[in-house]
């Protein structure tokens, strides 16, 4: 087993009436790389999201075809094709999709093909990533007046080994 099983941790609430800010979503994550996937999964099952990953696009539709989450995470670049097309098919329906890449020139492909947002890898802020999945998702937790909506980017030399 290359990666030992995670320690029990108690989740915490992190708004009010002792509920996570994702509680209940249902969220799928469709991207080749581990350590996006296994960043991913650190953020967002700690913010109360349940997750279902999909490491191509044929396991995304055989996937999609049996269970319909709340929100799909899309990488753009895929082992078996391109993002976009799955993103079209999914936003031609009107379901919420996040396109995501690690190239910045992604995010004009992304939304051309109807997602309804995206954020650059790395990822830059954990806060930031829950509080745009719960706006698309829910419309709470809009972005305050005068705060910076797009997510910092990360470190650009955590890539180097994805």
């Not at 469709?30 to 109360?48: K, Y």
């Not at 004009?108 to 706006?135: C, H, M, N, W, Y």
């Amino acid at each position: 087993m290359p990666f030992p099983p995670e320690p029990m941790v108690t989740q915490i609430p992190l708004h009010g009436a002792g509920r996570l800010p994702l509680h209940g979503l249902s969220i799928l994550i469709v991207d080749d790389s581990r350590f996006t996937c296994d960043a991913l999964r650190l953020i967002l099952q700690r913010a109360g999201a349940r997750l279902r990953r999909a490491e191509s696009l044929e396991i995304a539709r055989l996937h999609l075809a049996f269970r319909r989450p709340d929100l799909a995470i899309i990488d753009l670049g895929l082992p078996d094709g391109r993002g976009e097309d799955l993103i079209a098919e999914l936003a031609s329906d009107g379901f919420p999709v996040l396109g995501l890449s690690g190239d910045p020139d992604g995010r004009a492909a992304a939304l051309d093909a109807g997602a309804t947002a995206f954020v650059e890898k790395p990822l830059g802020s954990a806060a930031g990533l829950v509080r745009l999945i719960r706006q698309l998702v829910t419309g709470a937790g809009a972005v305050e007046k005068g705060e910076d909506p797009s997510l910092p980017v990360g470190d650009p030399m955590a890539l180097r080994d994805d």
